[in-house]
T-cell receptor, first 113, second 114 residues
Framework: SQQGEEDPQALSIQEGENATMNCSYK?????LQWYRQNSGRGLVHLIL?????REKHSGRLRVTLDTSKKSSSLLITASRAADTASYFC?????????????FGKGTSLLVTP | ETGVTQTPRHLVMGMTNKKSLKCEQH?????MYWYKQSAKKPLELMFV???????ENNSVPSRFSPECPNSSHLFLHLHTLQPEDSALYLC?????????????FGPGTRLTVT
């Protein structure tokens, strides 16, 4: 069943600007992951944040997690045209065996020069 | 590119055909997955294998038949498909069977059923 839901569905910004995407989920989780997908390609893992973490950084990426609101955000700073892709959050349900990741529909990001 | 390869990259088949999708991972992972990605829908988990044993079959129609002969290879056998089965089929692997592991995806097979 769908767990994560990204917002907005589509985002268009200019190079150099920051991009923020949000993810909301419904049930308790152990971990939340963010993935990127270039058009028609496989997904690439970006970052994993555990339920006991509040913030994580990786290069130009910053992920936050608020378990009380069941939400996460992905911030891409100083965006580049190469960041154009779809971004997905994926959660594992704490109540299940935990190995099945539930993906949202994704946020489509367009970065224009 | 990741260490997960998929063949073919594109496949067009009629509803009466039988074909197979192949996935190979060179990462030494123990878990492998098949996903279906349709336009404007979330990624759907189809099958999960751990150490060649199927551990998840997510209510997938029997016209999709998975096979995992060893921990490096995963197949998806297709027969008598429907046009609504047209989608991008993604294979993934992970070191272990838990949501704490990141999944490594192949480039996908774009399937068109005519």
């Amino acid at each position: 069943s769908q767990q994560g839901e990204e917002d907005p569905q589509a985002l268009s910004i200019q190079e150099g600007e920051n991009a923020t995407m949000n993810c909301s989920y419904k049930t308790s989780i152990n971990n939340l992951q963010w993935y990127r997908q270039n058009s028609g390609r496989g997904l690439v893992h970006l970052i994993l944040i555990r339920s006991n973490e509040r913030e994580k950084h990786s290069g130009r990426l910053r992920v936050t997690l608020d378990t009380s609101k069941k939400s996460s955000s992905l911030l891409i700073t100083a965006s580049r045209a190469a960041d154009t892709a779809s971004y997905f959050c994926a959660t594992d349900a704490a109540s299940s065996s935990g190995y099945a990741l539930n993906f949202g529909k994704g946020t489509s990001l367009l970065v224009t020069p | 590119e990741t260490g997960v390869t998929q063949t073919p990259r594109h496949l067009v088949m009629g509803m009466t055909n039988k074909k197979s999708l192949k996935c190979e991972q060179h990462l030494g992972h123990n878990a492998m997955y098949w996903y279906k990605q349709s336009a404007k829908k979330p990624l759907e988990l189809m099958f999960v294998y751990s150490l060649e044993e199927r551990v998840e079959n997510n209510s997938v129609p029997s016209r999709f038949s998975p096979e995992c002969p060893n921990s490096s290879h995963l197949f998806l056998h297709l027969h008598t498909l429907q046009p609504e089965d047209s989608a991008l089929y993604l294979c993934a692997s992970s070191p272990g069977l838990a949501g704490v592991y990141e999944q490594y995806f192949g480039p996908g097979t774009r399937l068109t059923v005519t």
